[in-house]
């Protein structure tokens, strides 16, 4: 079975940085697209960034642009998301996902979640 394991979230305060990981296993990692997502309470999931299969390639909403930075690790099959400058509208549940061809559209497969909370 596929599965994606997200971590690393928690409580921070605003301006501070937080790096959320997601192990992956049962596939093969690097024939993966791979991104984050999230979703804050009353809202809908929204798309946050993605990296290609090599990691040569980058995709980021606008509204996190500049302060995260996605990365990947094909030899460890993790997925990072190293968040600085948090804002509490930065607070929500974090979820990776994986995809063979584009993850911001209709991943095949998503993690449990992670939640982050960024106080003011």
């Known amino acids: 079975q596929v ?5 690393g979230g928690g409580l921070v305060q605003a301006g501070g ?4 990981s997601c192990a992956a296993s049962g596939l093969t ?3 993966y697209v791979m991104g984050w997502f999230r979703q804050a309470p009353g809202k809908e999931r929204e798309f946050v960034a993605s ?5 040569g390639g980058t995709y980021y909403a606008d509204s996190v642009k500049g302060r ?3 990365s990947r690790d094909n030899a460890k099959n993790t997925v990072y998301l190293q968040m600085n400058s948090l804002k509490p509208e930065d ?3 974090y979820y990776c996902a994986a995809d063979r061809v584009k993850v911001s559209t209709a991943p ?7 939640q982050v909370t ?3």
């Open 3 to 7: 599965q994606l394991v997200e971590s």
């Open 17 to 20: 940085s937080l790096r959320l």
């Open 29 to 31: 990692f690097s024939s």
């Open 51 to 55: 990296i290609r299969y090599s990691g």
């Open 68 to 70: 995260f930075t996605i």
């Open 91 to 93: 607070t929500a549940v």
């Open 108 to 114: 095949n497969y998503w993690g449990q979640g992670t």
């Open 118 to 120: 960024v106080s003011s």
